[in-house]
C-alpha cells in the first residue's frame, strides 16, 4: 500500500487528507495504471486519517481500490472552524481535487459515510454526478431532528473541550437547525437513483432501526440494499 498525504486549499483553509493507493503490481506499467476511488466522509468528528490506514484503507487497497480519507474544516489538523454547510460544500472541492490524480479512475467514484458523514455523503451523492455509488452505516436519516435533542449543546462542547472540533461563536444549536434543512437524507431520499447500500444498526438510542428502514424505502434506486 502507498501512502499520499494531501492537503487540500479550500478558499483561506487547508483540509487534511491522506490518499491510500494499492502496491504496484507491475512496476513497467506504472503509468498506465489507474483505480476506482472510495471516498469516505467522516462525521463528527470520526476517525483520522492515520487512524483509518488499518480500519478500511488496508482492506480497499487490497482489493486494487484507491481510498482517500480527510478531516473537516475545522476538524482536528485541518484548519478552520467547523460547520456543516461548509463540510457540505468542501465535499465537491475535495472531489475535483482527486479526479485529476493520474492514478485516480475518475468514472468510478463511490461514497462510504457514516453517522454524520453518511447523512453528508448521502446529500452528496444526490447533487454530484461524478459520484457513481453509494455505502453509509447508521447514518443520520433525519438531520434536523439533531438540534431538538436537549443533549446537542453538551455534545457540541464536549467536542470543543477535547480539542477535536473547533466551532464559531454563534449560537450553534440555531445555525445548524437551519443548515440541515438544506442537506437533509430524508428531504433528498427520493432523488437518490444511483446504485446505495446502507448498513443499519438496532442499538442507536438516537437513531431507531425503523429510521434506518424508512430512509431505504424512499430511495429511488433500482439497485440498492439494506442490511
Known sequence: MRIERKRIKIRTEMLHGILYLPDLQDPKNKNNVSYPLVIR???????????DEQRFARHFTEKGLAYFIYDHQGVRDSTGIFSYYDAQSNMEKVIDELVHHPKINSTKIGLLGESFGGAMAFCNAV???RIRCLTVRSPVFDTEIIPKNPL???FIRALTRNKEMRFPEVDYKEAYAEQTKQFNP???????????????????VLFPEHGFHQLFNKVSSKDKKIE
Not at 41 to 51: R, T, V
Not at 189 to 200: G, H, R, S, V
Open 41 to 51: 466522509i467522516n462525521g463528527m468528528p470520526g476517525k483520522s486519517p492515520e487512524e
Open 127 to 129: 447533487r454530484d454526478s
Open 152 to 154: 446537542f449543546k453538551f
Open 186 to 204: 430524508k428531504r433528498l431520499a427520493n432523488n437518490l437513483t444511483k446504485p446505495f447500500y446502507l448498513i443499519a444498526g438496532n442499538k442507536d
